[in-house]
């Protein structure tokens, strides 16, 4: 059967996400750049998923994920 990963950012971690995204936004367009948009990372492990973006070398942690993995019809 067919299966789907789905990973849910944890309340927090959206919350530090979105602060993050909108901060790097509005500077990009301050500076009359086109917006670049962001990359996130989601670390999977068995006990705990990280998700984290880098900038300039440093790694910015916005906290946890949920993942699961469903079957589909």
Known sequence: MPQKLI???TE???VKYLTYAR???EAEVNEDCEPSGS???VDL???E???YAEQNGR???FGEAKV???EVD
């Open 49 to 51: 998923s990280t998700v």
């Open 68 to 70: 699961d993995l469903v």
């Open 59 to 61: 790694f910015i942690e």
């Open 45 to 47: 492990h068995p006990f």
């Open 23 to 25: 901060e790097r936004t």
């Open 39 to 41: 990359t996130i990372r």
């Open 12 to 14: 927090e971690a959206t």
């Open 7 to 9: 990973i849910e950012l």
